[in-house]
């Protein structure tokens, strides 16, 4: 029988069948996937074969079917392992705000990198727009510009003051979505808002700190009454990449990807050579030098192994 992971914890797992009941199951033994070694092997989204088991009265997992594609990540335990987010999405909305808590761009672009890797739409949603001073207003335009023109949607939105919550919720009908950000951008309060009935716990960010509080701890998949469906994902503190090699980070830069084949070189990773194009075109400014820092930020942080 083949169902679908509607919730992941680790040991036993939420599903639901073509039949529309959600049922319990649990791993049977070792299960190994090909070509996926990370932390946890079986994630929110995948349609996997599901067996009884008569003993435990239970449904065991004996086969994970292909990923369409998959949202990865470094392990939040161990930067040498990886976590695998959610499973077979048609896109990604990230929640980011421009205070209480503060999401970096550096961020932002990271997680943009692993959607751009693993062929998975994003889409930016700008929440809390009601506390913006004007200094705020500035930095959320230029980041839409930036962004905009290089092919990403950018939403503005207020839960508190009901703006901007229609049109997200207009994005989502028919689409598996992953909801993804910082803890306390707001992601559990705009899931109350489209099922409230849920009740979903939210927290305030912490005072002290002004980083955001974790209200979700596993990931968990809701079906949409409009068709769809949304992954909510415990709040991330950062975005570690994984399986992203230093020669092949530009790929993901879209504004990079549209120059570097004018590169003199065919190794050039866009820092000192000569006859850069994207180097060129930042000085052009057809690539914003603040994404041109941000890519080399991230060139440095990963280790240059051979490929």
Not at 78 to 105: C, E, G, R, Y
Not at 143 to 158: D, L, V, W
Not at 203 to 212: A, F, H, L, R, T
């Amino acid at each position: 029988m083949q169902a679908t992971v509607y919730r992941s914890t680790g040991s036993w797992y939420i599903l639901k069948n073509d039949k529309g009941e959600f049922l319990n199951a649990r791993l049977k033994g070792k299960l190994k996937i090909k070509g996926i070694t990370s932390t946890n092997p079986i994630a929110v989204g995948d349609v996997v074969e599901l067996d009884e088991d008569a003993e435990e009265d239970s449904f065991v997992i004996s086969k994970i079917y292909d990923r369409k594609n998959y949202i990865n990540r470094v392990s939040p335990h161990n930067k040498n392992l990886h976590h695998i987010v959610a499973s077979n999405l048609d896109q990604s909305l990230l929640f980011a705000t421009l205070k209480d808590p503060k999401t970096s761009f550096g961020f932002i672009d990271r997680f943009l990198v692993t959607s751009e890797a693993y062929k998975v739409p994003a889409i930016i949603v700008f929440n809390k727009c009601d506390l913006y001073t004007d200094d705020e207003q500035q930095k959320f335009e230029a980041a839409q510009q930036r962004y905009e023109a290089i092919g990403y949607k950018i939403m503005k939105m207020s839960i508190q003051q009901k703006i901007g919550i229609d049109a997200v919720k207009n994005l989502l009908a028919n689409k598996i979505t992953l909801l993804s950000g910082h803890s306390g951008v707001g992601k559990s309060t705009f899931i109350n808002e489209v099922f409230p009935e849920l009740l979903l716990r939210t927290q305030e960010v912490s005072d002290w700190s002004g980083k955001g509080l974790h209200t979700t701890t596993f990931a968990e998949m809701f079906d949409l009454p409009t068709g769809g469906s949304i992954i909510d994902t415990p709040g991330i503190r950062e975005m570690g990449l994984v399986d992203v090699p230093q020669h092949e980070l530009a790929q993901y830069f879209p504004e990079m990807r549209a120059v570097m084949n004018n590169c003199k070189f065919n190794d050039c990773v866009h820092y000192n050579e000569p006859g850069c194009a994207v180097k060129a075109a930042v000085n052009d400014g057809v690539i914003s030098e603040e994404r041109y820092t941000s890519y080399l930020t991230i060139k440095d942080t990963i280790e240059d192994k051979l490929y």
